[in-house]
Structures are given as structure tokens and as C-alpha cells.
Antibody, heavy 118, light 115 residues
């Protein structure tokens, strides 16, 4: 069974940093592109970042470029999102999602909540 | 102007046909894109429903009822998710998505109420 489990969320002050993790199981993790998508409270979905299967290619939404860094450890079946210089508008549930053939996201985690507040 | 625009809400009666639109920004031609649709219920992550590019190029996710189908309105430059025979369980938020300039773009979502 495919499972994605996010962790690492919490409450952080503006300007702070955190590292979010997404542990994967039930599939050949190293062969899949992975994404981070966020959802602010009561709002819609916003794509955040993507990382290639081997970690060599990454891309980011303009809203997080230069502040967030995605990485992965295929030996640990985990994808990470390092979030720096946090702003109130980064408050959201952060989901990781598996990409099927650079088309759609066929599996999602339950998400981890990041709250940025003083 | 957002790349994808969805009406914030839509209400329909049980058994009716719901038509959820996803309008592409002027200059972004709907004919060029596959439109992906997701359903999200409160407290849960989104679930993939289907991809629609044309009647000959479409795909539904495993387990999605045939009541859910896709379409396009070229004159309105919009993708459409059609849900026939509405059921109370269809009440959810629905998001469209495209790959635009190699990045993922979501619409703002439509909250479908079945009443």
C-alpha cells in the first residue's frame, strides 16, 4: 500500500526556519518525481515545489523561490522541504504528493500544518 | 489575472447535473492543455478524479464513477467537470489543474453543495 506521511510542521516566528519531511512507503520511491503542495486555512491548493526522481532537478513557485529548498534521500525514502525566512502567508497545511508520469498526483499525504506567527 | 479561474461555489439538487467550470486566462488556449480534476473533502487531502484533453484523449482515475466526466467549451476557453445524478457524497471542493510552462497551476477551487 502506498503511503506518504508528512512531519515536521509546527509553530514558528516570522523569519524562522523549519524542515518538513515526507516519508514514503509501498512503492519504488527512487523512480518517482515528488511534489509539495500547500493549502492555507480555508483556502485553495497552491503548488510549491517539485523534485526529480534522482534529486538533480528542482523547481519552485515564485512565491517561495529563494526561501524554500526541496531535497530527497532515496536511501531513506524521504523528501524534504527546508523552509526559511518564513512569513505569515506561508501558514498552511503542506502536502507531499507523488507524481505519475509528470501528469497528475496520484497519492497524497495527510499533510503537516505550519503556522507562522509572532 | 490568475491562469485558472473557478467559481467559488455552486449549488445543485440531488439527482441533478452539475457543471463545474475552469476558465483559462486569455491567451492560454484550453485546446492545448490537459485539464486535471481533483476532489477534496473536509479534513482530507485531494483525490485525483480525471484528466481531460479531448474526447479521444482522456482518462479517469480507478474507482471514479462514470457519473463524473470531462469536457471543454472552446468558445469560453474553459474546461468542465460534469457530475450527473448528484449525490450527497459529491459535496466537496473541486480543483482544476494544468501544467503551465512546466509548473503546476491550480484553480482556486469550487465548493459544490448538494441540497
Amino acid at each position: 500500500e502506498v503511503q506518504l506521511v508528512e512531519s515536521g510542521g509546527g509553530s514558528v516566528q516570522p523569519g524562522g526556519s523549519l524542515r518538513l519531511s515526507c516519508g514514503a512507503s509501498g512503492f519504488s520511491f527512487s523512480t518517482y518525481v515528488m511534489h509539495w503542495v500547500r493549502q492555507a486555512p480555508g483556502q485553495g491548493l497552491e503548488w510549491v515545489s517539485r523534485i526529480s526522481h534522482d534529486g538533480t532537478v528542482t523547481s519552485y513557485a515564485d512565491s517561495v523561490k529563494g526561501r524554500f529548498t526541496v531535497s530527497r534521500d532515496n536511501a531513506r525514502n524521504t523528501v524534504y522541504l527546508q523552509v526559511n525566512s518564513l512569513r505569515a502567508e506561508d501558514t498552511a497545511v503542506y502536502f507531499c504528493a507523488r507524481d505519475l508520469n509528470l501528469e497528475f498526483f496520484d497519492y497524497w499525504g495527510q499533510g503537516t500544518l505550519l503556522t507562522v506567527s509572532s | 489575472q490568475a491562469v485558472l479561474t473557478q467559481p467559488a461555489s455552486l449549488s445543485a439538487s440531488p439527482g441533478a447535473l452539475a457543471s463545474l467550470t475552469c476558465t483559462l486566462r486569455s491567451g492560454v488556449n484550453v485546446g492545448t492543455y490537459s485539464i486535471y480534476w481533483y476532489q477534496q473533502k473536509p479534513g482530507s487531502p485531494p483525490q485525483y478524479l480525471m484528466r481531460y484533453k479531448s474526447d479521444s484523449d482522456k482518462q479517469g482515475a480507478s474507482g471514479v464513477p462514470s457519473r463524473f466526466s470531462g469536457s471543454k467549451d472552446a468558445s469560453a476557453n474553459a474546461g468542465i467537470l460534469l457530475i450527473s445524478g448528484l449525490q450527497s457524497d459529491d459535496e466537496a471542493d473541486y480543483y482544476c489543474m494544468i501544467w503551465y510552462n512546466s509548473v503546476v497551476v491550480f484553480g482556486g477551487g469550487t465548493k459544490l453543495t448538494v441540497l
